[in-house]
């Protein structure tokens, strides 16, 4: 580290209020505004790792105010305006990252200091080698680094965007919102061309007349004629199957007493237009025929060669039934065969 020079060069713009991470020097060739000679970064990357390296505190390089710390003479008031905790390349330039002190903060906010000057070393053929820290000053002199911590270049910028995009230039969320939905949507059309295969001033066009009359794929078609008779077949399986679902409500409901002669026409139109609203009605319907009567005439009629009439019992659950006195007769005659033949 000998012969190396130690200079101070303020930044020529004011800085944020207050900010955590500023610029702190340029990165490769540079010149101050007093022309001292010309100055070179090269190798930030170890500038970086040797300025904390050999800082005096440990792993903090300090942020005065006038570099008073750095006087040739000493300061008898080296009170830190800030601690930079990190630096970092960022294209053209070393950022640092900084914790201010109460004082420092209060300095920029009341704009007691508006700029910022690296402390760093160098060889004779002005080779950058080592960053001290900073201090906070008044009397600029890194051109290069105007950009730095102005809001005023930021705020003429926000306005050009946001006039473009016509959105107020103090909603800086909206406008960076708005950007990114936009690149999305840049996206997605790039993605579009490229599925469509077309390019040139008219791709948009191209693309839109192919979702209006997109060209026939023989592949995804089929003749009309086969079509129909597929839409037939369907139609008649599913008249099938809701014809078998039908049927089998309807003979629940007669299982159930619930459904008699007289009720049949109406309940197998409302079953067949509305399966779901005739089982339905079934659930809550009364039982009109109490089964088990019949069934108990049925257990208690004699054997066929001795049944020659029925009994007024018998009659009341025929009438019941809706069924003539002689079918009703006959039935019981052939159910009392059949179990005579059982035995």
Not at 88 to 99: K, Q, T, Y
Request: glycine share 6%; with cysteine.
């Amino acid at each position: 580290m000998t012969n190396l020079v130690r200079n101070t060069c303020a930044m020529t713009a004011p800085l944020p209020s207050p900010a955590e991470r500023i610029e702190l020097i340029p990165v490769g060739a540079f010149r101050t505004a007093d022309n001292r000679q010309d100055f070179r970064l090269d190798d930030p990357t170890a500038v970086i790792a040797d300025s904390f390296r050999l800082a005096a505190g440990g792993k903090l390089l300090p942020i005065d105010f006038d570099h008073r710390t750095f006087a040739d003479q000493g300061s008898a008031d080296s009170r830190a305006a800030g601690w930079i905790t990190a630096l970092e390349v960022e294209g053209d330039r070393i950022m640092a990252s900084v914790e201010w002190t109460a004082e420092g903060r209060q300095a920029l906010e009341g704009r007691a200091y508006r700029f910022v000057s690296p402390v760093f070393r160098n060889r004779p053929d002005g080779q950058v080698v080592l960053i001290e820290g900073a201090g906070l000053v008044n009397n600029p002199a890194l051109p290069q680094l105007r950009q730095l911590a102005s809001k005023e270049p930021q705020m003429d910028l926000a306005k050009e965007v946001g006039g473009k995009l016509g959105l107020p230039a103090d909603q800086p969320a909206q406008i960076v919102a708005r950007i990114v939905t936009l690149l999305s949507a840049e996206t997605q059309l790039t993605s579009i061309l490229a599925a469509a295969k077309v390019s040139g001033d008219d791709a948009t066009r191209q693309v839109c007349a192919r979702l209006i009359a997109p060209a026939a794929d023989p592949a995804q078609f089929v003749p009309k004629v086969s079509f129909d008779e597929l839409q037939t077949q369907f139609a008649s399986l599913q008249k099938t199957v809701t014809d078998g679902k039908v049927e089998a409500a309807l003979e629940a409901a007669r299982a159930a007493g619930k459904l008699t002669p007289d009720l049949e026409s109406w309940a197998t139109q409302l079953a067949s237009k509305d399966l779901a609203e005739f089982q339905a009605w079934e659930k809550v319907a009364p039982v009109r025929v109490d089964l088990s009567r019949r069934q108990q005439a049925h257990r208690q009629a004699p054997p066929a060669t001795e049944i020659t009439e029925l009994t007024s019992e018998q009659r009341q659950v025929a009438a019941q039934l809706g069924i003539p006195a002689d079918r009703f007769l006959a039935s019981l005659k052939a159910d009392a065969k059949e179990k005579e033949e059982a035995r």
